[in-house]
C-alpha cells in the first residue's frame, strides 16, 4: 500500500528519535549503590491510571498536533517544540506558578502564530484546549511524588487485545536460504562485537558496530522474510529486533549480554520495561515483537549464527513470554 506524506514524515521524526536515544544510551554498569526500580508494568497506579515515561507521557499530549499532516521533518518538529511550550504553560498553571505561566503564555502564543497560523480568539480556545487536555490526562494531585521519571497518565480508552494469530506466520518456501555475502558480512559484525563485549574495547569502535548491525540487521531481515514468502506484511515485523539489538548491547546490564546467550531475566526485563517504555505505538502493534524476534532468531540459525539447539532454546522462551506479555498488556490497556 502507498504510504501518504503524513507517515513518511512520522517515521522520519522517530527515526531522528531513535538516532538521538542511540547517542545516549552507555553500556556501563550501574554505580555502586545502584537501586533497580521496578519494571515499568508493575508500577502501582492510581485506580484509572497506568505508569508511562516521561516521552511516552509527552507524545501522548502532543497527539493532536500530529494528527494533521505535516509538510516535512522541520514543521513536525516546530509542532514538537509547540507542544512542549504547551506542556509546560499547563504544568505551571496546575502548580499556580504565575510567573512562569505569563513567560509560557507568551512563547506559546508566538508559536502558535507561526506553526498554527492561529491568532485572537481561535488562539486563545486552542491553548485553553491543550491546557485542559494535559489537566486531565496527568491531573498533579495523581503524579508520583518527586524526584521521578515517570509519570501517571489517565486511561481514556479500554483496548480489547487478543491473542497474537500467529496463522499469519506462513512462509511460502520452506528450504533454508544459505548465508549470501551481506549476511556473512552482518554475522560477522554480530561475532565481532560478542567479541568486544568479552575482552572489552573502545567505545567508539563498539558503539559504530553496535549501530552498524541495528541497520544492516533490517536490510538481511527483510530480504530474508521476502525470499522466504512471508505472507503477512515483512513489513510488521522488520523494525521489531531493532529496539532489541539496542536493548541487548547498548543498554545498562550488570552481566554481559549477547544475542546468541541471552539469560532469560533479560528477555523477561525487555518485555516487562524496557519495550513499554521505548517504543511508542498502539497498545496492540506491541504484539508483533514476540513474533518477530522468533522469525529473527530463525533468521539466525539459517544464517549460520545460532545452533538447531540454540534456536529451540530461544523460541522456547519466546513462546512462554509471548503468553505472559500479553496478559502484560491486556492489564495494562483494560
Same mark, same amino acid.
Given at each position: 500500500m502507498?504510504?501518504n506524506?503524513?507517515?513518511?514524515t512520522?517515521?522520519?521524526?522517530?527515526?531522528?528519535?531513535?538516532?538521538?536515544?542511540?547517542?545516549?544510551?552507555?553500556?556501563?554498569?550501574?554505580?555502586?549503590?545502584?537501586?533497580?526500580?521496578?519494571?515499568?508494568?508493575?508500577?502501582?497506579?492510581p485506580?484509572?491510571?497506568?505508569?508511562?515515561?516521561?516521552?511516552?507521557?509527552?507524545?501522548?499530549y502532543?497527539?493532536?498536533?500530529?494528527?494533521?499532516?505535516?509538510?516535512n /521533518?522541520d #514543521? &513536525?518538529?516546530?509542532?514538537?517544540?509547540?507542544?512542549?511550550?504547551? =506542556?509546560? /504553560?499547563?504544568?505551571?498553571?496546575?502548580?499556580?506558578k504565575q510567573?512562569?505561566?505569563?513567560? =509560557?503564555?507568551?512563547?506559546?502564543?508566538?508559536?502558535?502564530?507561526k506553526?498554527?497560523?492561529?491568532?485572537?480568539?481561535?488562539?486563545?480556545?486552542?491553548?485553553?484546549?491543550?491546557i485542559e487536555r494535559?489537566?486531565? /490526562?496527568?491531573?498533579?494531585?495523581?503524579?508520583?511524588?518527586?524526584?521521578?521519571?515517570?509519570? !501517571?497518565?489517565?486511561?481514556?480508552?479500554?483496548?480489547?487485545?487478543?491473542?497474537?494469530? @500467529?496463522?499469519?506466520?506462513?512462509?511460502?518456501?520452506d528450504?533454508?536460504?544459505?548465508?549470501?555475502?551481506?549476511?556473512?558480512r552482518?554475522i560477522?559484525?554480530?561475532?565481532?562485537?560478542?567479541? !568486544?563485549?568479552?575482552r572489552?574495547?573502545?567505545?567508539?569502535?563498539y558503539?559504530?558496530?553496535? &549501530?552498524a548491525?541495528?541497520d544492516?540487521?533490517?536490510?538481511?531481515?527483510?530480504k530474508?522474510l521476502? *525470499?522466504?514468502?512471508?505472507?503477512? @506484511?515483512?513489513?510488521?515485523?522488520?523494525h521489531?529486533?531493532e529496539?532489541?539489538?539496542? +536493548?541487548?548491547?547498548?543498554?545498562? !546490564?550488570?552481566?554481559?549480554v549477547?544475542?546468541?546467550s541471552?539469560p @532469560?531475566?533479560?528477555?523477561?526485563?525487555?518485555?516487562?520495561?524496557?519495550?513499554l517504555?521505548k517504543?511508542?505505538c498502539?497498545?496492540v #502493534?506491541y504484539?508483533? =515483537?514476540?513474533?518477530?524476534?522468533?522469525?529473527?532468531?530463525? +533468521?539466525?540459525?539459517?544464517?549460520?549464527?545460532?545452533? *538447531? @539447539?540454540?534456536?529451540? !532454546?530461544?523460541?522456547?522462551?519466546?513462546? *512462554?513470554?509471548?503468553k505472559h506479555?500479553?496478559?502484560?498488556?491486556q492489564?495494562?490497556?483494560?
Open positions: 502507498k504510504k506524506k503524513k507517515e513518511i512520522k517515521r522520519q521524526a522517530k527515526t531522528k528519535e531513535r538516532a538521538r536515544q542511540k547517542r545516549q544510551i552507555r553500556p556501563v554498569k550501574p554505580p555502586p549503590g545502584f537501586m533497580a526500580r521496578p519494571p515499568i508494568s508493575q508500577m502501582v497506579a485506580k484509572g491510571f497506568m505508569a508511562v515515561s516521561s516521552s511516552q507521557a509527552l507524545m501522548e502532543a497527539k493532536p498536533l500530529m494528527e494533521t499532516d505535516a509538510e /521533518l #514543521e &513536525l518538529n516546530r509542532r514538537m517544540e509547540l507542544a512542549s511550550s504547551l =506542556w509546560n /504553560l499547563a504544568v505551571s498553571r496546575q502548580k499556580d510567573q512562569e505561566y505569563s513567560r =509560557w503564555l507568551e512563547k506559546v502564543k508566538a508559536s502558535a502564530k506553526v498554527l497560523n492561529l491568532d485572537g480568539a481561535a488562539r486563545d480556545r486552542y491553548i485553553a484546549g491543550m494535559q489537566v486531565h /490526562l496527568f491531573p498533579e494531585e495523581m503524579q508520583p511524588a518527586p524526584p521521578s521519571m515517570f509519570m !501517571h497518565m489517565r486511561k481514556d480508552v479500554s483496548h480489547l487485545i487478543p491473542p497474537f494469530d @500467529n496463522g499469519r506466520i506462513r512462509f511460502r518456501v528450504a533454508v536460504i544459505p548465508p549470501d555475502e551481506e549476511d556473512l552482518l560477522g559484525k554480530i561475532e565481532a562485537l560478542d567479541d !568486544h563485549i568479552q572489552g574495547s573502545d567505545y567508539d569502535t558503539e559504530k558496530l553496535a &549501530l548491525i541495528e544492516d540487521s533490517k536490510t538481511c531481515f527483510r530474508w521476502i *525470499a522466504k514468502g512471508l505472507e503477512d @506484511n515483512p513489513e510488521q515485523y522488520v521489531c529486533p529496539i532489541y539489538l539496542t +536493548f541487548l548491547y547498548r543498554y545498562v !546490564h550488570a552481566d554481559p549477547l544475542l546468541k541471552v @532469560n531475566q533479560y528477555i523477561i526485563e525487555f518485555f516487562e520495561d524496557f519495550l517504555r517504543m511508542i498502539k497498545p #502493534e504484539l508483533y =515483537w514476540p513474533p518477530s524476534l522468533k522469525l529473527f532468531y530463525r +533468521f539466525l540459525n539459517e544464517k549460520d549464527y545460532l545452533s *538447531a @539447539n540454540e534456536t529451540a !532454546h530461544f523460541l522456547g522462551g519466546l513462546d *512462554a513470554m509471548e506479555f500479553l496478559e502484560i498488556l492489564e495494562r490497556y483494560h
